[in-house]
């Protein structure tokens, strides 16, 4: 869930068959012969444990085919296995690697997403409103992931390049920059992360929108983007620390069938995390609301929660 920040941008042992002892058949089926040519008695009886023997070379084919099922490319398994760390494993081999910009990503949520995805192997682009800004968030998420495919400067350049747009940004930058940026947006997936709400003494409340949330502003202001709402109830302090698999479920919203299957895709390639469709964009306001009441929680008790999903 995005962080206000008043100088954030618009805002495994291997189970190895043992070797068949099929090298020492041959010594022993030499000394046979040897023994053979020498004359010696045992002949007979010799013969028949050479036959016995041979059979002790014959287990490389078995070993071969149990071994061959490590190779195989398996179909995804359905998102709700995502809470399994096997189940994981066999779908981040599938994922399809992606264009990631996000937009306001020097932010705590924003440098968050871009290390889990950078280390799932994406490319990941972070945007903001200097290029020094830019930059050192790059530095940031170089430092936790070295390999990481990870580049960064201003909005719109972000925009342009990637596949999937994310949006991080404070609440009231939120309209200016989908303003600002929605022809570099265009037709492509995005995905709106912000939260609309005010601080005061008692901390956060919910602001309520004429669109009815932040996702449903987007989609006025991006008109031809197919708007997803998703990631709100990940603690951006939690998804920084990629070392550590997260614990909760992010619930994705959205009216586009293939883009929703996308960002859902996005979602199980951070570890132990699971995506869950929560129907409509228009449900986007709940989830929303739902972050404001997860921020006091996280006041209350000194934590940082998410949320689970039970009985799926």
């Known amino acids: 869930m995005p962080e206000r920040d008043p100088d954030d941008d618009l805002n495994e042992t291997e189970m190895t068959p043992p070797e068949p002892n099929g090298e020492p058949d041959e010594p022993e089926a030499e000394q046979v012969e040897e023994n053979a040519i020498e004359g010696a008695q045992e002949d007979a009886n010799l013969e028949p444990e050479r036959e016995a023997e041979e059979p002790a070379t014959e287990p490389d084919e078995p070993v071969a085919e149990a071994q061959e099922p490590v190779a195989e490319t398996r179909e995804r398994p359905a998102p709700r296995t ?22 306001g990503g020097t932010g705590p949520e924003g440098l968050g997403l871009a290390m889990r995805f950078a280390r799932s192997g994406n490319m990941v682009y972070i945007g903001s409103r200097t290029e020094e800004r830019a930059a050192e968030a790059v530095a940031r998420v170089k430092e936790v992931v070295p390999a990481g495919d990870v580049f ?12 999937v747009v994310f949006i991080t940004v404070p609440s009231d930058a939120h309209e200016a920059t989908l303003i600002d940026l929605a022809d570099a947006i265009g037709e492509k997936v995005l995905v709106d992360v912000v939260v609309p709400m005010a601080f005061d003494e008692d901390g956060p409340s919910a602001v309520d929108l004429e669109d009815g949330s932040a996702a449903q502003q987007a989609r006025r202001l991006v008109p031809d983007a197919k708007v997803i709402s998703a990631f709100h109830h990940l603690d951006g302090s939690q998804l920084q620390r990629v070392d550590k698999p997260m614990q909760g479920d992010v619930l994705v919203c959205g009216d586009h069938k293939a883009a929703k299957k996308q960002v859902m895709d996005l979602v199980e390639q951070i570890e132990w995390v699971r995506a869950l469709d929560a129907g409509p964009l228009s449900n986007a306001r709940y989830l929303e609301n739902w972050t404001v009441v997860l921020i006091h929680l996280n006041k209350i008790y000194k934590a940082h929660s998410g949320v689970r999903i039970t009985g799926i």
């Open 82 to 103: 995502g809470r399994r760390g096997e189940a994981k494993a066999e779908r981040t081999a599938q994922v399809v690697q992606l264009r990631v910009a996000i937009i």
């Open 152 to 163: 960064g400067g201003l909005n719109r350049e972000g925009a342009e390049r990637a596949d």
